[in-house]
């Protein structure tokens, strides 16, 4: 690992994603490798005990300066997002893995045998139901054969499914409501990262679509929105085991899951947009005023980077090293204990075991600006609002001068892609949040 420091101290973070020959419309990476600033695997297992406890408040600053080295990126994530405990062992994370897998592996059992697809390495890109339950015969479904070319409209086929327990008209709405799903998730699994060699393989496109599949029926009350393929991506790449990629994505849906539950006619995101709102008033009141007269004071304009965490304005490894700088940031030592349904405590943080938190989460246990919810609770905002809040900070000036209608704003803020600096941004949002805490102290 350390060797391929020494010969490119600056490695460029996309060389360990291959980009498609002929893909030439992607952002370019801001983002390099380097000896000393990013989290080497050297540094990574340094921080554990014999036992395998993890010091992970030696890692969080170092994330936050240079990322994680893509080689450990998977297994670092997975303490990151909560998955397992920092102060378990080793024996107790195998324990808890193995457990994981047998539990997916019983989802993904249920899922095929309610549409066998699941499973056998292809995906439906047409409807397989309708919405009053009546099947839809011979429903398109890619290929599974083709391993070395990316999956097209010229590679679909009819298949008879008259086997299958779907013939028969469904009456269950919960059922009814997953199959409407599936579809759209084949869709949007062929769209997903389509300039990825990674996903040139039939196979990869397989997995996602299983995994996106099966956590859709795993989490009812949310089921699939457009955007999750975008969020579940990097895990199927980074993980070779299908359960570890389902977990580890179930974990990054708790933070965000608010963003895909619709009620009504009101969109899940539509809270973060509210927060944007409040933030921008507080801290650039001049330009919410503006947009306020330009007929934006809903924020709509910023729904994309709030649904799918900038993964469209950012080279594909650039995206995950902001993902991995902000959930740095904003780490829980109690984020496990939470997920696991234990009792959190919220408490003064001592001197020794400040560093086991994320600065921003220090922040707003220092600041008491925590809205409500236990430790582990996004508070008092998601830290991608003051990202898209510092996006907005660093573009004021243009938006304005030349921003006279919304088109404008959106055009103003379309140039963001390709010529973002994810690190800047993400100082910017650590600016900010620390200015909007203050003033709200003060009012």
């Known amino acids: 690992m350390m060797n391929i420091f020494r010969k490119d101290p600056g490695l460029a973070t996309d060389s360990f994603y291959e980009i498609r020959a002929g893909c030439t419309d992607v952002p370019d990476t801001k983002f390099r490798i380097k ?8 540094r990574w297992l340094a921080s554990f005990t014999p036992e395998g406890s993890l010091d992970i408040g030696r890692c969080l600053d170092r994330i936050y300066r240079g990322g994680i080295h893509p080689s450990i990126r998977g297994e670092v994530w997975e303490f ?81 499914l008259s086997a299958a327990p779907m013939v028969t008209r469904e009456h269950d709405k919960e059922v009814i409501q997953w199959k409407l799903a599936l579809h759209q998730i084949g869709l949007d699994v062929v769209r997903t990262d389509r300039t990825l060699v990674f996903y040139e393989k039939q196979e990869n496109l397989a997995k996602l679509w299983d995994v996106l599949a099966v956590y859709a029926w795993h989490d009812k009350d949310v089921g699939y929105g457009q955007g999750m393929s975008d969020l579940c991506s990097p895990m199927i790449m980074l993980f070779e085991h299908e359960a570890d990629a389902f977990w580890c994505f179930e974990r990054l849906m708790r933070r965000v899951r608010g963003n895909f539950r619709c009620t009504g006619n009101t969109l899940g995101v539509e809270a973060q947009l509210d927060n944007l709102a409040n933030v921008t008033q507080l801290v650039i009141p001049k330009l919410h005023r503006h947009l306020e007269h330009l007929g934006g004071g809903g924020y709509l304009f910023a729904f994309r980077m709030l649904m799918v965490l900038f993964r469209r304005e950012l080279s594909f490894g650039d995206s995950l090293y902001l993902w991995e700088m902000l959930w740095a940031l904003e780490y829980d030592p109690e984020l496990f204990t939470l997920y696991e349904g234990g009792e959190t405590h919220v408490h003064k943080i001592t001197r020794k075991a400040r560093r086991q938190y994320g600065k921003y989460e220090r922040a707003n246990r220092r600041s008491r600006a925590r809205a409500r919810g236990g430790p582990g609770s996004t508070a008092p905002f998601s830290i991608f609002v003051f990202l898209v809040a510092s996006v907005l900070k660093d573009r004021s000036d243009k938006l304005l001068k030349e921003a006279r209608g919304l088109d404008d704003v959106v055009k103003i803020l379309n140039d963001v892609s390709g010529n973002m600096d994810a690190r800047k941004a993400c100082i910017g949002a650590m600016k900010i949040h620390k200015k909007y805490l203050r003033r709200q102290k003060n009012q």
Do not use: W
């Open 80 to 160: 990151l997002l909560g998955c397992y405990d920092s102060k378990s062992t080793f024996d107790e994370r195998e324990e808890i893995r193995h457990k994981r897998r047998e539990a997916y592996a019983e989802l993904k059992e249920s899922c095929s045998h309610m549409f066998p697809v699941v499973g056998s390495g292809k995906f439906v890109t047409a409807r397989v139901i309708t919405s009053n339950g009546e099947p839809v015969q011979d429903p398109i479904v890619l290929l599974g054969t083709k391993h070395d070319d990316l999956a097209t409209p010229q590679d679909e086929e009819s298949v008879d």
């Open 35 to 42: 000896s000393g600033k990013t989290l080497s695997l050297k």
